[in-house]
């Protein structure tokens, strides 16, 4: 049975909370860290982990990503878990969350962004290389169209071929084999893992602009539970929420996801925010970009009245003020609107179909 818990200010009903996670290692250590920062917070409420789903993309390793085809790979089978009461709530990746969540689920929190760039990870007889100075016909592994379709039109010289796995195993592929001269991955992950030693190069805006939501960690939870939601919702970093919601909304407003190449860059300075969104052709020859900028400093007001929460593409944030969650969200549409009237339509489709066909 669950140990009883002495009902504090943000208890829960005398019972252990559970947190739900993935198999692979670095779910692993992304929900320890979560679990870590709610147990300072909550000293008498008992958190237990529960593991040990594997979802569809963990499973399924022989196809690209983008080929599988299903919205929400890595989260699935998570939700379910949180939809029968099994879990209270799961940690993401928020990256791997789509921009519509199933009815019933919010993220209820958005932690501290770590260094959202992608990073290069070199074979080690390319150690102290930069992409630019590696041999003609090299071949770089990614299993991200994005990644591939920005890389291709700087760095032309370069092959770029498909490697999926975890981390572990990309970096053994890499390590062990001479398929690949070097991988490209995200830093957050490296980071987290302990292995920032490997990043060779780490790719700013200017080479390659970053996924949505990378490097932020999300803590899904079951919407109307609101007593783990306003548990988790201490972990909120304003400035990430607000980055992230405007990301989401550009994502969103272009119907993008997995299957086609949309990157983006934010930045949150003195009370601005500024977006810079772009779509990309498979090969990257075809490309439109814009940045757009808002205002988001608004002071926090106390919103007395039935405030029936109110999401923000899918992020439920009580602690940032609703007007610069609105501002944020808006700042997305618009960047994605700007690029539609530009022909973003256009490029993402025939993208969509060529990654279908290939």
Not at 158 to 182: H, P, Q
Not at 277 to 297: H, I, N
């Amino acid at each position: 049975a669950d140990p009883l818990l002495p009902r504090g200010e943000n208890g829960v009903d005398g019972r252990a909370v559970r947190v739900g996670t993935r198999r692979s290692q670095l779910a692993r250590i992304q929900t320890d860290s979560v679990v870590m920062m709610l147990r300072e917070l909550y000293p008498d409420l008992h958190f237990e982990i529960a593991v040990a789903m594997s979802t569809t993309g963990d499973k399924i390793l022989d196809t690209a990503l983008s080929k599988i085809g299903e919205k929400s790979l890595f989260t699935k089978e998570l939700e379910n878990a949180l939809e029968r009461n099994e879990v209270d709530l799961v940690v993401h990746s928020l990256k791997d969350l789509p921009t519509s969540l199933p009815p019933g689920f919010t993220i209820g929190a958005v932690c501290k962004r770590e260094n959202p760039l992608d990073a290069v990870v070199f074979h080690p007889k390319n150690c102290g290389k930069s992409l630019s100075l590696l041999p003609e016909n090299s071949v770089i592994g990614t299993s991200s169209l994005r990644r591939a379709a920005q890389l291709k039109k700087k760095f032309p010289h370069l092959e770029f071929r498909d490697i999926r796995g975890n981390l572990n195993t990309r970096l053994k592929k890499l390590d062990e084999k001479e398929d690949f001269s070097a991988i490209i991955l995200a830093a957050a992950g490296l980071k987290r893992m302990g292995w920032e030693n490997r990043i060779g190069q780490l790719l700013g805006p200017e080479d390659c602009l970053y996924a949505v939501g990378q490097g932020a960690l999300a803590v899904e939870v079951r919407a109307k539970d609101q007593e783990i939601l306003n548990m988790v919702s201490a972990l909120h970093d304003a400035d990430t929420v607000l980055c992230c919601i405007a990301e989401r909304a550009f994502m969103k407003r272009l119907e993008g996801g997995c299957s086609v190449p949309v990157a983006v860059s934010t930045l949150l300075k003195d009370g601005q925010l500024y977006l810079t969104g772009a779509v990309y052709s498979l090969d990257g020859s075809d490309s439109l970009k814009e940045t757009m900028q808002t205002s988001v400093s608004y002071p926090h007001q106390n919103e007395d009245g039935p405030n029936d929460d109110v999401q923000h593409v899918g992020i439920t944030a009580k602690n940032v003020p609703g007007p610069a969650q609105e501002a944020a969200e808006n700042l997305g549409v618009e960047v994605a609107s700007l690029l539609l009237s530009k022909g973003a339509k256009q490029i993402l489709s025939v993208a969509r179909q060529l990654n279908d066909a290939r």
